[in-house]
T-cell receptor, first 116, second 111 residues
Framework: DTAVSQTPKYLVTQMGNDKSIKCEQN?????MYWYKQDSKKFLKIMFS???????INETVPNRFSPKSPDKAHLNLHINSLELGDSAVYFC???????????????FGPGTRLLVL | RKEVEQDPGPFNVPEGATVAFNCTYS??????FFWYRQDCRKEPKLLMS???SGNEDGRFTAQLNRASQYISLLIRDSKLSDSATYLC????????????FGTGTRLKVLA
C-alpha cells in the first residue's frame, strides 16, 4: 500500500491554464505539506496543514490555493499557470508537527509539472 | 545567506571509501535535525535523525554541533547504492514549526 500518493505524476499544460494536484496519505498523520522542488533541486515548503488547519503559508503567489477536505487529503490548485511554475511538487505528511518536533516526513512520489 | 547550506558536490568516491558531508544552519532556534536521501527522480526519504549526542546507523554516522550550528554525515565503506543526493534538514520554530531543506550534496560512488 502506498503511504503518500499523488496524482497526476506528470502534468504538461499551457500557460494560463488552471490545474490541480491531489494528495492522499493513509498513515493516519495529522500534518500534511506541499513542497516545490525547482530545476536546481532546491526543496522549499509552500504550505502545511495540521488536521485540516492551515499552519504554514510561505510567500507563495495567491494563484496557488491549497485545500484540505479532511486530514488525509491535501490538494493544490494552481490558477493561471506560468512558465516559472514548472517544477516537481511533492506532498508529504508527518504524524503531528504540534506534538513532536523530531518527526519523520513521508513524501509522495512527486508531480512533475511542465508549463509550456 | 541560505538558512541551511550544503556543498552541492558532486563528491565522486571509489567503492569502499569513507566520505563526509557537512551542513551549516543559520537559525540558532533550530530544534530538530535530519539527513534525508533523494535518488534521481524520486522523493526524499529519511536516512536518519540527528541527535545531540551523535548517532550511528550501520555505516552511517551523524553528528551535531549546536555551538557551531553544524551537522555532519559520515558514510563508511561506500557502496554503489549509496549514490544519491543527501539533504540536510533542520526543523525551526518561527511562530509555527517548519522544516528547512538544504540544497543537497550529490554523491557518486564509482566502481
Amino acid at each position: 500500500d502506498t503511504a503518500v500518493s499523488q496524482t497526476p505524476k506528470y502534468l504538461v499544460t499551457q500557460m494560463g491554464n488552471d490545474k490541480s494536484i491531489k494528495c492522499e496519505q493513509n498513515l493516519g498523520h495529522d500534518t500534511m505539506y506541499w513542497y516545490k522542488q525547482d530545476s536546481k533541486k532546491f526543496l522549499k515548503i509552500m504550505f502545511s496543514y495540521n488536521n485540516k488547519e492551515l499552519i504554514i503559508n510561505e510567500t507563495v503567489p495567491n494563484r496557488f490555493s491549497p485545500k484540505s477536505p479532511d486530514k488525509a487529503h491535501l490538494n493544490l490548485h494552481i490558477n493561471s499557470l506560468e512558465l516559472g511554475d514548472s517544477a516537481v511538487y511533492f506532498c508529504a505528511s508527518s504524524q503531528s508537527v504540534r506534538r513532536n518536533y523530531q518527526e519523520t516526513q513521508y513524501f509522495g512520489p512527486g508531480t512533475r509539472l511542465l508549463v509550456l | 545567506r541560505k538558512e541551511v547550506e550544503q556543498d552541492p558536490g558532486p563528491f565522486n568516491v571509489p567503492e569502499g571509501a569513507t566520505v563526509a558531508f557537512n551542513c551549516t544552519y543559520s537559525n540558532s532556534a533550530s530544534q530538530s535535525f535530519f539527513w534525508y536521501r533523494q535518488d534521481c527522480r524520486k522523493e526524499p526519504k529519511l536516512l536518519m535523525s540527528v541527535y545531540s549526542s551523535g548517532n550511528e546507523d550501520g555505516r552511517f554516522t551523524a553528528q551535531l554541533n549546536r555551538a557551531s550550528q553544524y551537522i555532519s554525515l559520515l558514510i563508511r565503506d561506500s557502496k554503489l547504492s549509496d549514490s544519491a543526493t543527501y539533504l540536510c534538514v533542520v526543523g525551526v520554530t518561527s511562530g509555527t514549526y517548519k522544516y528547512i531543506f538544504g540544497t543537497g550534496t550529490r554523491l557518486k560512488v564509482l566502481a
